[in-house]
């Protein structure tokens, strides 16, 4: 019979709706309220050196909203105003410099788009099927339009000495998460950035100011950056020797592993994304990233691997940045093995998990860019599996 | 072209920020710290979530142990069997512990602390002092086990190439599900019991809190051994006790091991605990009270057990256990009744 939602008038027709001011700072409407980050509390001793995860499987587009970007910290998110806030250049310059933020925003600056993916990313998968959802296995990433001054223009400002070969970035936390990172990389395109999607930074994502180093592992993205050092050596830090070192079969660890391989995932239909419609037409879609450049062409295959089509990207891939694919799939109702391939423009093809382990043995914990599998079953729900 | 903009750091602003030491012990202060000292300082400071022992407690991080475990399955990642620089740990502890209370620590005791850890990893005499002077004669058992990153001459050749599009592969099998373990925060089908036993494993295997290294899947059949071995049924043992007690006993398993195949974990296996003289599990490294009392007489019977759990470190001062204790004598009963139905 005719839909009482078109033949009967409506409240929402009828009466009136919020005025202006209603929320001075927007927020999703409430019916959007599941999609949130979500932590996995068995994870981590607490909450505060802890991680969560972004609700990939419930966006779309490539822009992670900041608000459920996912959010990492080792000693909390700390408050620290743009009053309060200071950066230091010292070591080999030939000047020490401070800057505070208005210094900042008188440098000639850039917008540009990156993802930050952390490096342990998937790394709950490497030894089997575990996080039941494209959140929890893919969502310790996002992608956001950064605004900020190009780290060169402050290094040129102290001016390094020819001997500087490296940077150390810190934050202003308790953890301070010094990183070392090769000069070279600090000249290219690392950027000091106080915007994302055009409005200041949030708190958990470093307020008022982090680093962005492009396609290199998200630890790297110093929070409250606070102090650049310039050396001749690097640092051998925590983060870069007990931790985001890769351990292989044998027991040796890679380390300075920093660009995070081409990767992609199927954000839907996923785990926490079933197909309710039944049969009939079905969009396919996902992420798709690279370090090393841009997405050129993702694939995509419902048998488990067997077949392969090439997805639609929504956009012509930019390097560093997360490209959104689309596939437009008749479904006949079937048992599906949906999984999905990135190739970027080195040529790289992102390797089935098999591969990988054939190099990096089941320790890695960090980098695994493996191919995903979701298994949609006739009934239209999916489940996270390995496939031969 | 420089645009002027900032101003000269003052050499006192540099000397309050730049903290950081090198390998090559560059940045360390003047100072010195012994074991002994080290010792009081770790327990005050570090044991709550270290360990009295670095054996570290719950999710976190343990400090020692692990040598030799790098290419098993679950390496532990500790200070003696992973970390390549002992500068790394200067930095570290200096910098940022103890946790919330970073930098309250004054160099002499950063120096103690270190030597404690070296001690307690087996690098180092109980009379060995850490100063600037001694710290370049210290090698860390894993400093020639790391490689530069050799993806670019490795994986690369491999995984750049022209990607198959048709008959890749004859068949396709499903090989592994995530619903086996069943970890997934916010289903309804999880029973708990698969979330507290996956911790454990990941306790287990996680060297610092944050890094989401997760349990092995072929870990899992173990891990859930205590719900599903068959009880050694006892006359004296009720049913509904002992049901009660296997819950209580997850607040043990995140460190003890109990039932077919049971073996040392963070605290020894508890088959045939109930009865056992104390400090006799084969191969476990106990605390010297836990020797001693053992050497000297003592025995688990109901009613040891009881004042021990109840209350670990009163019970025996220096034990290993970082347990709190039980504070219901229903739960020390319904636990007791449980260990008991695990013979040998």
């Known amino acids: ?31 959007e309220g599941d999609v949130v980050r979500r932590n996995v509390e068995w994870l981590t001793a607490d909450t505060i050196s802890s991680i969560n995860f972004t609700p990939i499987h419930a966006l779309d587009g490539t822009i992670t ?16 105003s743009k009053d309060d806030y200071r950066l230091m250049i010292n070591g080999l310059v030939d000047t020490p410099l401070v800057f505070t933020y208005a210094d900042l925003e008188r440098f000639p600056r850039e917008t540009r788009t990156y993802f930050l993916e952390c490096a342990a990313n998937t790394g709950m998968e490497w030894a089997g099927s575990q996080l039941n959802g494209a959140q929890f296995t893919h969502g310790m990433i996002h992608n956001m339009e950064y605004t900020g001054v190009p780290l060169r223009l402050l290094l040129e400002e102290a001016g390094v000495k020819t001997e500087g070969k490296w940077v150390l970035a810190e934050g202003a936390d308790a953890s301070s998460n010094g990183r070392s990172i090769p000069l070279e990389k600090a000249m290219d395109d690392c950027l000091v950035a106080f915007k994302a999607n055009g409005e200041a930074l949030r708190k958990e994502h470093g307020y008022p100011v982090r680093l962005c180093v492009p396609g290199w592992e998200g630890n790297m993205w110093v929070k409250w950056l606070r102090r650049i050092e310039v050396g001749d050596q690097p640092w051998e830090q925590r983060e870069e020797t007990s931790k985001y070192t890769d351990t292989l079969a044998d027991g040796t660890s890679r380390k ?76 006949d109702g079937s048992e599906m093995l949906v999984q999905s ?12 998990k098999t591969e990988l382990r054939d190099f990096r043995g089941l320790n890695s914990i960090y980098h695994n860019n493996c191919i995903q599998t979701w298994w949609v079953k006739a009934n239209g729900e999916a489940e996270n599996v390995e496939v031969s | 072209d420089k645009l002027g903009i900032g101003r000269a750091a003052l050499p006192e602003e540099v000397a309050a920020w730049d903290h950081d030491v090198r390998p090559d012990g560059l940045g360390l202060p003047e100072g010195s710290g012994d074991v002994l000292t080290g010792e009081e300082l770790f327990s005050e400071s570090c044991a709550v979530c270290h360990g009295e022992f670095a054996e570290g407690v719950d999710n976190w991080p343990e400090l020692a142990g692990g040598l030799g475990t790098l290419d098993r399955e679950d390496p532990v ?57 001694s710290f370049a004669e210290v090698e860390l058992p894993n400093a020639g086990g790391f490689i530069l990153d050799d993806r670019d001459s490795t994986e690369l050749p491999v995984f750049i190439r022209e990607p198959c599009m048709t008959d890749c592969k004859a068949t396709v099998e499903i090989t592994a599900h995530a619903t086996v373990l069943d970890v997934t925060p916010n289903d309804t089908t999880d029973d708990g019991a698969a979330v507290a036993e996956v911790a454990e494993a990941v306790a287990d295997a996680t060297g610092d809190a944050p890094a989401p290294e997760a349990a092995a899947a072929e870990a899992a059949p173990e891990a859930v051994e205590p719900a599903v071995a068959a009880p050694v049924e006892t006359a004296a043992a009720d049913p509904e ?14 460190c003890h091991k109990v039932g077919d195949g049971a073996k040392n974990a963070v605290g020894p296996a508890l088959n045939g605990i109930v009865g ?28 040891e057990l009881s004042g021990y759990l109840a209350d670990p470190k009163g019970y025996m001062p220096k034990n290993k256990m970082s347990f709190a204790g039980l504070k219901k004598d229903s739960d020390l009963e319904a636990v007791i009744a449980y260990l008991s139905t695990f013979g040998q």
């Open chain 2, 276 to 303: 056992r003289p104390a400090g006799t599990v084969e191969g476990f490294k106990y605390s010297k009270p836990m020797l001693d009392a053992g050497a000297g007489g003592l025995v688990w019977t109901h009613d």
């Open chain 1, 341 to 352: 391939r990135a190739i970027d423009s080195t040529g790289y093809v992102q390797p089935t």
């Open chain 1, 256 to 331: 300075w592993t920093w660009v995070m391989d081409a990767k992609s995932v199927v954000t839907s239909p996923s785990p926490q994304m079933p197909i309710k419609h039944g049969p009939g037409p079905l969009v396919i879609t996902g992420l798709a990233w690279s370090g090393r450049g841009s997405i050129t062409r993702v694939d995509v295959t419902v048998d488990g691997g067997k077949t392969w089509m090439p997805a639609r990207l929504a956009a012509p891939g930019q390097d560093m940045a997360v490209s959104r694919f689309y596939f437009d799939h008749v479904w």
């Open chain 2, 241 to 254: 006790l002992v049901a009660a007690g296997e819950k209580v006993f997850k607040k043990c398993a995140a």
């Open chain 2, 77 to 133: 990642k500790t200070v003696g069997s992973f970390w390549p620089f002992l500068s790394t740990t200067w930095d570290y502890v200096h910098r940022s512990m103890p946790y919330g209370n970073a930098q309250s620590l004054s160099d002499d005791e950063v120096y103690a602390i270190l030597a404690y850890i070296l001690y307690s990893n087996d690098l180092v005499d109980d009379d060995f002092v850490l100063s600037k002077a």
């Open chain 1, 65 to 80: 909203p900041q608000g459920c970007g996912f959010e990492r910290h080792h000693s909390g998110a700390i408050e620290l």
């Open chain 1, 1 to 31: 019979g005719p839909d009482p939602l078109i033949t009967e008038v409506q409240p929402w027709a009828q009466g009136l709706g919020d005025g202006v001011d209603a929320s001075p700072y927007g927020l999703p409407i409430r019916f």
